[in-house]
T-cell receptor, first 115, second 110 residues
Framework: DTEVTQTPKHLVMGMTNKKSLKCEQH?????MYWYKQKAKKPPELMFV???????INESVPSRFSPECPNSSLLNLHLHALQPEDSALYLC??????????????FGEGSWLTVV | RKEVEQDPGPFNVPEGATVAFNCTYS??????FFWYRQDCRKEPKLLMS???SGNEDGRFTAQLNRASQYISLLIRDSKLSDSATYLC???????????FGTGTKLQVIP
């Protein structure tokens, strides 16, 4: 079972709504990630937080806003999304140190539908 | 050349067969390599990590060829439950951008 927990599992939102996806890990990992996955495609990196600081932003549109309140939590704030943003959003974490430091562990994902 | 290339398949194999997938990568600085399996509408789950020339875990063997920049995954005695998409992930280390391969779909048939 995954030790990365994501909520909600399913979310339907209108294009004018504001919603948030939440992610939590208690493995003491110091890097956390947001990925987006469309059908029949591999996961696509959106953001990386390392030691609670934003390290990588893969030119993601500003309607997606990440937040890392502490080392265990990662949020993705959504506003004014488009139907093409409908996808599976995966949160992940990695240890950052040690032999297996860059092994990435995924949560079960949040299925987002924008209507 | 793409960062990571995999044959998308599908590979349709009978139960009990041996099947191998290859993955080529372009970043020669990649230090660690991972194989993930992803079931339909589920998250990717770590199958194997490879830090040196290879790794073996039961029916699964991963081999790394740094000179040719490819990594392979061999599955022996295929089970129906092995049906999934297998994603190759080379990593440069730390939190650096990790690029997933497009995945190879395996279908094990009775």
């Amino acid at each position: 079972d995954t030790e990365v927990t994501q909520t909600p599992k399913h979310l339907v939102m209108g294009m004018t709504n504001k919603k948030s996806l939440k992610c939590e890990q208690h493995m003491g990992h110091r890097a956390m990630y947001w990925y987006k996955q469309k059908a029949k495609k591999p996961p696509e990196l959106m953001f990386v937080y390392s030691y609670e600081k934003l390290s990588i932003n893969e030119s993601v549109p500003s309607r997606f806003s990440p937040e890392c309140p502490n080392s265990s939590l990662l949020n993705l704030h959504l506003h004014a999304l488009q139907p093409e943003d409908s996808a599976l959003y995966l949160c992940a974490s990695s240890q950052l140190t040690g032999v297996s430091g860059n092994t990435i562990y995924f949560g079960e994902g949040s299925w987002l539908t924008v209507v | 050349r793409k960062e990571v290339e995999q044959d998308p398949g599908p590979f349709n194999v009978p139960e009990g067969a041996t099947v191998a997938f290859n993955c080529t990568y372009s970043n020669s600085a990649s230090q660690s390599f991972f194989w993930y399996r992803q079931d339909c509408r589920k998250e990717p789950k770590l199958l194997m990590s490879v830090y040196s020339s290879g790794n073996e875990d039961g029916r699964f063997t991963a081999q790394l060829n740094r000179a040719s920049q490819y990594i392979s995954l061999l599955i022996r005695d295929s089970k129906l439950s092995d049906s999934a998409t297998y994603l190759c992930v080379p990593s440069g280390g730390g939190y650096q951008k990790v690029t997933f391969g497009t995945g190879t779909k395996l279908q094990v048939i009775p």
